[in-house]
């Protein structure tokens, strides 16, 4: 970590994969050209330490990004400061000032000495824009953007009207970010036709579920079958978060900046979705416990649960195997003392140390950095899935946008916290490129996905039936649930 924080804050994995490039560290990669600044110091606006920019006015970060006939940005300050951008103005806002700084730089070349370095210059324009529609498509959903793309894109065709190079180029990135939000746009429309698991109200007092009705264990008995068909579903959900979508949880907690740079909410639906899943799964484990009648099916059931959530841990879905603990320790199925007394619980006692919340989750962080290192180091697909406590991760990005500033006494931004808030995205989204190396089974993945669950109330009146209560804490509390549904009946 290249921070210096003002007070502790979350360790994350230290390994880094960048796609982007060697380095997200910032550091003026050899041969890009330099702008702005030396190894130590600044020129202008920008603030260089050991050649890595750690600060800058937003004006002079927008002409760093923005090419020149001898130096083209290192592309992980492209990804770093587009993400980062949107906290301070909206895409199209930032595409406008980049339009006019490329007419300004043209209007130059065409009354000096280097106009015939006019068509190279167009040619690197051309390119940040195709790195930009690349990484981010959604940027150009709107007909403000798109108006800007295309005025630019207008501009720098001028520049090699002979051979039509610059325009085929120009051609292509445009068909290719039509088809890319054509896609989004499809995969939104699905994702919203699809409704989460029915909750099931549950029984009304004392009726047992019928004998045909299925649980889990007629579906799949095999945990680590489980746990794979666990991990399809998390990779399917996570591979539509974009790293836009994560960058709101900086921008939406800047009241500041919210009413200018919150855009189009519906961009925060995958987030919602994925969050969603996890309470869901929580709220499946509890029911397949609770709903269960015999005291010894009871048991296996939760046996069974333990192993999965073991199985989950050894591929390295952290996400899956938190949401399962969290629906043992819901206190519906936590209160069956007569069923856990049962149960063999050294392993349960395991996965409960793994994900142990003192100093900060430092157990569980262990074990992610290892698998981190792990998949860095993969020959094969099943060791590359890291798919991490999202719910976690997402606290991680709010903690380091709190403690640090945006910007600093001086008014430059300080670009040394978004270099570390996009590394930690950029690093979330290298796994979810990930793919699920499992065999999909189509039952097992429906019935997690369709199978009803008990509301929390429903899973209360399920767990006192099997187990009545022993205090006077859940008799009054047994005696209140008890009234309600019958006064709703």
Not at 58 to 68: D, N, S
Not at 176 to 197: M, N, V, Y
Not at 423 to 450: A, G, N
């Amino acid at each position: 970590m290249f921070l210096e924080p003002q007070e502790t804050m979350p360790q994350t994995s230290v390994v880094f994969s960048s796609i982007l490039g060697p380095s997200c560290s910032g550091q003026v990669q050899p041969g890009m050209g330099e702008r702005g600044g030396g190894a130590s110091g600044g020129s202008g606006d920008l603030i260089f330490q050991d050649g890595r920019l750690i600060s800058g006015s937003l004006e002079a970060l927008m002409e760093h990004l923005v090419p020149t006939v001898d130096y083209y940005p290192d592309r992980t300050y492209i990804f770093t400061f587009l993400l980062s951008s949107r906290v301070f103005m909206p895409p199209h806002d930032l595409l406008a000032r980049v339009g006019q700084i490329c007419v300004e730089q043209k209007q130059q070349l065409e009354a000096g000495p280097e106009k015939a370095k006019l068509k190279s210059f167009s040619a690197k324009i051309v390119q940040l824009l195709k790195e930009w529609t690349e990484a981010f498509p959604y940027d150009f959903q709107d007909e403000k953007a798109m108006a800007e793309l295309k005025a630019i894109t207008h501009r720098v065709t001028q520049c090699d009207e002979e051979n039509g190079t610059v325009k085929k180029a120009i051609a292509q990135m445009t068909q290719s970010l039509l088809l890319s939000l054509a896609a989004r746009s499809q995969l939104q429309e699905l994702r919203e036709k699809l409704r989460p698991p029915a909750v099931d109200k549950g029984p009304i007092l004392k009726t047992k579920p019928p004998a045909t009705q299925k649980d889990i264990l007629g579906v799949c008995c095999d945990p680590l079958v489980l746990a794979q068909q666990l991990t399809h579903i998390e990779l399917d959900r996570v591979s539509s978060i974009y790293p836009e979508d994560l960058m709101q949880i900086v921008s939406h907690m800047d009241s500041l900046d919210n009413h200018r740079c919150r855009g189009d909410l519906t961009k925060t639906y995958s987030l919602e979705a994925y969050d969603n899943w996890f309470n869901c799964l929580s709220m499946l484990v509890a029911t397949e416990v609770c709903r269960v009648v015999k005291k010894k099916h009871r048991t296996r059931m939760l046996e069974f649960f333990i192993d999965v959530a073991r199985e989950c841990f050894n591929i390295g879905n952290f996400n899956s195997m938190m949401a399962i603990i969290s629906g043992m320790n819901l206190s519906p199925v936590a209160r069956l003392k007569k069923t856990w007394s049962k149960v063999k619980t050294a392993k349960f006692d395991v996965l409960e140390h793994h994900m142990d919340p003192s100093s900060n989750f430092c157990n569980y962080r262990t074990a992610l950095q290892g698998a981190t290192q792990r998949s860095q180091m993969a020959n094969s697909s099943r060791e590359k899935i890291v798919i991490p406590v999202f719910n976690l991760f997402v606290k991680d990005i709010y903690f380091l946008h709190k403690i640090h500033t945006n910007h600093l006494p001086n008014g430059h931004i300080n670009f040394k916290k978004f270099w570390e808030i996009s590394r930690q995205i950029h690093e979330f989204m290298t796994w979810t490129q990930v793919e699920c190396p499992f065999e999909k089974d189509k039952k097992i993945q429906s019935y997690l996905l369709t199978a009803p669950i008990y509301s929390e109330e429903a899973l209360f009146v399920a767990s006192f039936e099997s187990e009545g209560p022993e205090n006077h804490m859940e008799k009054d509390s047994w005696k209140t649930l008890r009234t309600t549904l019958l006064n709703r009946a």
